[in-house]
Structure formats: C-alpha cells, structure tokens
C-alpha cells in the first residue's frame, strides 16, 4: 500500500516535471526568437541610419 501510494507521487511529480520542462523550453525558444527578431530589426534600424547619414555627408 506505502510502496503503491509512493510510486504514484513519484510519478505525479515526474510528469509534473516533464510538463514544466516542454513549457520551459517552448518559453526559451519563443524568448530567443524574440530577441533574434527584435535583434534584426534593431540592426536594420541602425543600418538604415547610417546609409542615410552616409548619403547626407555625400
């Protein structure tokens, strides 16, 4: 009865733990998209910039 009650728990936490692990890593996946995005645009932004900067110096 101990041993039974025990390995459901066990079994609980490690499904709760395999739960927690796929949401934790679609969230770490979704963040570094994100920053890779955001990262391109940024970069873009910038590289815009300093064509036109380089056009009015011309």
Request: glycine letters at 2%; hydrophobic letters at 45%; a positive charge.
């Amino acid at each position: 009865m101990n041993d039974d009650f025990y390995l459901k728990r066990v079994f609980k936490n490690k499904l709760f733990l395999k739960i927690f692990g796929k949401i934790f890593e679609l969230m770490m996946q979704l963040l570094f998209f994100l920053e890779i995005l955001y990262y391109n645009n940024t970069s873009n932004l910038q590289r815009k910039r300093t064509k036109e900067s380089v056009d009015i110096i011309k």
